[in-house]
């Protein structure tokens, strides 16, 4: 079958004739060429000053061009119960909205690959194995879609004595998440300053056992640490949404900066994301464990990230 | 219609949102102009009503159009600029539908001064040379489309065609009708004091 040309996409888009799948393609292109940017605008102008009687508009863009100017700046929405996922075949798309908006617990756990790794150090006590058999389920939605600032999450919340996934919803997550990124890039010049005895570039190989200096906070612990990172403040924040204070740790080779924030939480899920930090993007990961929420940010991969993350364990003594 | 592009903003590409921007900025600013009076206000205002309708799309549901909401959006934003430059706001709280109803009766009044009817006229007549100088083919297929909401699919089956020919000529209506009237502003600028 012939592939229709995208000016004739745009036009069908107009009309509601278009497909999901076409969509995506054709977004693509109009990214690609201004041209058909133009001419999708030209063609609403023509509709409604000709069809619908409207009134006569300038022709010019401008306000479009502000909008979406101001947008790049912000973070991407994601609605809670729609699930992310690449347009399948060129089908016409469903309303979503109608699918379930969650799986059964059953159903996610089966579905989602189970973390094999669980932290030693909090083996100690039955609560702290039960909660972690639990906090395996509690892994990255796996709808995660490269190139995509926001994430589907999920929280866990406990009804009539059984745990079940609920979407979180994401302006609260995105709030939260540019708290932190807010105190991390406040943090990020002098970090570097005091890193820079140390300036390796951040690699995901050769993770070194972590200092003593670095090992010791309010409680916390890390497992290990990227190789030439070391520990450069220690700080107390009040967070917007969490409500209490949060403690923050700031890690640094001199170039990149890592922030792991640990506050009190009640709220169960994951959030990974990566955000627009002032100089760079900056990579987000956040968990929750033993009745605290742990936030991971820097300047690094997402996997590095990551691993910092899952490298704090509740220190036993 | 505009279904399949908010569900794309919903799953996290702002790219569709620059269309649904760019199909409507011209109707909300002309929509918020009427609150506040001020056209370089009105642009300003608008900005803010499309971030606002960005930021709550996450919660958009699909209940009601999506112009609609919008159009509610862009009214409550007005409003708020208005209260916050110590103007009155209308009197009544209107949902979107009332102040479709009240603004076209205002419309209406409006355009019953010589100087709008003329600009009425003007735009009927755009309209009319823009389908004159169509090919039948081309004219019944954007006619069906526009005027009488028909789908494509009813539409090749009208014209006995296949539907790629109907998409095809629809938007080649479209490009020539586009054409005509920049050339037509054209004219009007020029010959413009």
Partial sequence: MQKQPPEEQLSALMDGELSAADLDQLLNEIEQRPALREQWSNHHRARHLLFEQGEPAPQSNQLADRVSATLAQQPTILAPGLPLREPSDATTLKPDIDEPAMDTPATVASARKIRPWIPMALAASLASVSFLLLQQQWQPSPYVVAGREAVAATEWVEVEGAWVERWINPLDRQERARSYLVRHDEQRTVARQRGSLVSTAPSLEGFAEPTAEVKRVVGWRLGWLPEGFREVETLRHQIPLSGGEVTHRILSNGDAVFSIFIEHSSQKGVDERQMDGKRQPVNLYSYFALGHRITVLGEVPMEMVKKVAHSVEAESG | ?193
């Fill in chain 2, 1 to 193: 219609m505009d279904q399949v592009l908010v569900l794309q903003v919903q799953k996290g590409d702002k790219r569709a949102f620059d269309l649904l921007v760019l199909k409507y900025q011209h109707k909300i600013v002309a929509l918020v102009n009427r609150f506040v009076k001020d056209p370089v206000a009105a642009q300003d205002v608008a900005q803010e009503a499309f971030i606002r309708a960005y930021r709550a799309l996450v919660n958009f549901r699909g209940e009601s159009a999506f112009y609609t909401w919008l159009y509610r959006i862009a009214v409550n934003t007005a409003k708020n600029y208005l209260v916050a430059k110590s103007r009155r706001p209308p009197a009544t709280d209107l949902d979107a539908d009332e102040a479709e109803l009240l603004f076209q009766e205002q419309g209406l009044t409006e355009q019953a001064t010589p100087e709008n009817m003329l600009i009425r006229d003007q735009s009927h007549q755009q309209l009319m040379a823009a389908l004159d100088g169509l090919s039948p083919p081309l004219r019944e297929a954007i006619t069906l489309r526009e005027m009488d909401g028909m789908s494509y699919e009813a539409i090749a089956e009208m014209m006995e065609t296949p539907i790629g020919t109907v998409r095809s000529r629809i938007h080649r209506a479209r490009e020539m009708i586009v054409r005509q009237l920049q050339q037509q502003e054209d004219q009007y600028a020029k010959a413009a004091p």
